[in-house]
T-cell receptor, first 111, second 114 residues
Framework: GQQLNQSPQSMFIQEGEDVSMNCTSS?????WLWYKQDPGEGPVLLIA?????ELTSNGRLTAQFGITRKDSFLNISASIPSDVGIYFC???????????FGKGTKLTVNP | EPEVTQTPSHQVTQMGQEVILRCVPI?????FYWYRQILGQKVEFLVS????????KSEIFDDQFSVERPDGSNFTLKIRSTKLEDSAMYFC????????????FGAGTRLSVL
């Protein structure tokens, strides 16, 4: 089935540093979503991307939908301790209404 | 802000027992979903539900699973005879069906099968 390959698996950074993570797929996805999950909670939407090449920001977060519709990246600038959590990319494979999730990037921010 | 609510937050059951996980989707949403997340793994799609019927399901969603929208507000997932490997976080999600295609997730129910 369709899979999203997310990297890196984990990141350990200092407060104030910028972060970048990405997702790739062997097949085309319609609509890419980036979620954050805190421990014991459900995924919370950060950014939604709808068009190939689209670049969208939400505060210190920026995400882009790749031109080929097979990849996306998420950048976090000037990280703060509350950025700690697991970040998931997710998307809809063509013709499906199910969300396919990446395996997540676990972010640790050292104060 | 409207949110998806799930109960209970933690359910402990014996293997072979039936469990019902409950969800109250956001009130004006039309599409409903169940996902599960085994500890340390990614979120996996189980089933989608629209217009009072299942619209899509995964291979995980076998005959032991069923979903129901018994009234205008609740959406339930039933596991008839739980197995050890059913232990996971179960997330309900809902979507309003406009062009934004955004699914909003509840906080989840942790199911522990002993």
């Amino acid at each position: 089935g369709q899979q999203l390959n997310q990297s890196p698996q984990s990141m350990f950074i200092q407060e104030g540093e910028d972060v970048s993570m990405n997702c790739t797929s062997s097949s085309i996805f319609n609509t890419w979503l980036w979620y954050k999950q805190d421990p014991g909670e459900g995924p919370v939407l950060l950014i939604a991307l709808y068009k190939a090449g689209e670049l969208t920001s939400n505060g210190r977060l920026t995400a882009q939908f790749g031109i080929t519709r097979k990849d996306s990246f998420l950048n976090i600038s000037a990280s703060i301790p509350s950025d700690v959590g697991i970040y998931f990319c997710a998307g809809y494979p063509g013709g499906s209404e199910k969300l396919v999730f990446g395996k997540g990037t676990k972010l640790t921010v050292n104060p | 802000e409207p949110e998806v609510t799930q109960t209970p937050s933690h359910q402990v059951t014996q293997m072979g027992q039936e469990v019902i996980l409950r969800c109250v989707p956001i009130s004006n949403h039309l599409y409903f979903y169940w996902y599960r997340q085994i500890l340390g793994q990614k979120v996996e799609f189980l089933v989608s539900f629209y217009n009072n019927e299942i619209s899509e399901k995964s291979e995980i969603f076998d005959d032991q699973f069923s979903v129901e929208r018994p009234d205008g507000s609740n959406f339930t997932l039933k596991i008839r005879s739980t197995k050890l490997e059913d232990s996971a976080m179960y997330f309900c999600a809902s979507m309003n069906g406009n062009s934004k295609n955004i699914q909003y997730f509840g906080a989840g129910t942790r199911l522990s099968v002993l």
